[in-house]
């Protein structure tokens, strides 16, 4: 007798579980008993957070129930908070004369902190046609109801912690060291004082070319070279003549090289020529032309024999057209 009560009792367990997978049937229309029943099931009993899972509703009715399967779309079937994916259905006859309507959701869950959540009803909408017309009739001349289907509970399942602030450990946050912010100030300083000098540079250059004043050097440069090419005379036999053109020989030449060497040549003797001619490395040949057409116009100025120089008034002209030839390029 043990045994056999066991075995009801298993046996009773089992009812009731097929019952609850299978479902309740629907409420019966009052005029027609027994036409229309529906039960639902899940392919999963629970999922995680982003998977896809079928939600299957099957409806049993009598040939003279139509259903309305036009808005059965992923587009007009809101089941918030789970997302509609795909939406198929289907209908079969039945052994017994009834029609059988499978309709298969592809949902999507994205819920989080709850274990277990039930899926929402569905409105299904149907029209009956009954009597002698009833092969006639036509969805557009019949009433419209409707079946509402409740929800199956799935489980949701999901990687997070009940209690999300257990990830990771409590840290205090403490302040930087003064040693730190030192060596903070002392870097924000050095930035500083760069930017500064910087600034400083290009201020002095955009003042030193801002403050430089006269005609463009090559201009003055063509200038010049005109100005001396129409003072050398045709003749050098006339003592004034020749001495007029050292003393202009001897401003061009100067002027000359002012611009070539991009410097103040004013008030330097050939001597103070040559010296800084070195200093800034002019080639030796150009340098040493013009050291001795300068040095001939200072004796031929200054000296005391300046008769004895007309001789050497051609020779004075040649070297200055082959420094006006070399400068710019020396």
């Known amino acids: 007798m043990r045994f056999t009560h066991k075995t009801l009792a298993y046996a009773m367990v089992l009812g009731v579980a097929s019952w609850l997978a299978v479902g309740r049937p629907a409420a019966q229309d009052s005029g027609s008993p027994g036409t229309l029943s529906f039960a639902t099931r899940v392919d999963r009993t629970a999922v995680w957070v982003g998977d896809q899972f079928h939600y299957q509703i099957v409806v049993d009715h009598s040939p003279t129930i139509q259903f309305v399967l036009e808005n059965l779309n992923k587009d007009a079937i809101n089941l918030d908070p789970f997302r509609v994916v795909d939406v198929t259905s289907s209908t079969i006859p039945l052994q017994n004369g009834d029609e059988r309507l499978f309709v298969d959701l592809t949902l999507a869950s994205f819920i989080t902190g709850v274990t277990e959540t039930q899926i929402p009803q569905l409105t299904l909408f149907y029209f009956r046609r009954e009597g002698a017309a009833a092969a006639a009739a036509t969805s557009e001349g019949a009433a419209a109801e409707s079946l509402t289907v409740p929800g199956a509970f799935i489980g949701i399942r999901s990687t997070l912690p009940r209690s999300a ?157 082959g420094i006006f030839q070399t400068g710019p390029r020396a």
Not at 260 to 270: K, Q
């Open 165 to 321: 602030s257990d990830l990771r450990d409590s840290v205090t946050v403490t302040g930087w060291a003064r040693s730190r912010w030192i060596v903070t100030g002392a870097g924000w300083c050095a930035l500083i004082v760069l930017v500064a000098g910087v600034g400083w540079e290009a201020f002095q250059i955009v003042r030193h070319r801002q403050g430089r004043k006269g005609p463009d050097p090559r201009k003055a440069i063509a200038a010049i070279q005109k100005q001396w090419s129409q003072s050398v005379p045709e003749d050098f036999t006339d003592v004034n003549t020749v001495l007029e053109f050292y003393g202009r020989s001897y401003q061009d030449v100067k002027a000359y090289m002012g611009h070539v060497l991009e410097t103040s040549t004013e008030g330097l003797t050939a001597e103070e020529m040559g010296e800084e001619m070195k200093r800034l490395s002019v080639n030796a040949t150009l340098a040493g032309k013009v050291v001795s057409v300068l040095s001939i116009c200072e004796t031929a100025r200054y000296g005391p024999s300046r008769s004895d120089l007309i001789g050497d008034a051609s020779r004075v002209a040649d070297d200055v057209r």
